[in-house]
Nanobody
Framework: QVQLVESGGGSVQAGGSLRLSCTVS????????LGWFRQAPGKEREFVTG????????VYVDSVKGRFTISKDNAKNTVVLQMNSLKPEDTAVYYC?????????????WGQGTQVTVSS
């Protein structure tokens, strides 16, 4: 079994920053493509970013390009989402996810989510 646990969520003013972390246990960290999704109330969960285990490259949804950065620390089994210049539209529950197949858009394991609230 694989477990993912997010941390670092909270409330911030527009223009501020937050750093989300996700620790992975119960599996082989280096074998996974890792990503972040978010879900706002009344909306479907959407892909935000992912980093490929095959290529090491990252992909971002257009709305966060230039503001969010995904990175991973293999030694700590952690994937990080650095969020800068936050907007109220970024308010959502953020989930980290792992893909055993290595796909950037199809994920098998999910964290419990952490709330991010951005106020005007």
């Amino acid at each position: 079994q694989v477990q993912l646990v997010e941390s670092g969520g909270g409330s911030v003013q527009a223009g501020g920053s937050l750093r989300l972390s996700c620790t992975v246990s119960g599996g082989t960290f280096s074998s996974y493509t890792l990503g972040w999704f978010r879900q706002a109330p009344g909306k479907e969960r959407e892909f935000v970013t992912g980093i490929s285990r095959k290529t090491g490259s990252a992909v971002y949804v257009d709305s966060v390009k230039g503001r969010f950065t995904i990175s991973k620390d293999n030694a700590k089994n952690t994937v990080v989402l650095q969020m800068n210049s936050l907007k109220p539209e970024d308010t959502a529950v953020y989930y980290c996810a792992a893909s055993a197949t290595g796909a950037l858009y199809e994920y098998d394991y999910w964290g419990q989510g952490t709330q991010v609230t951005v106020s005007s």
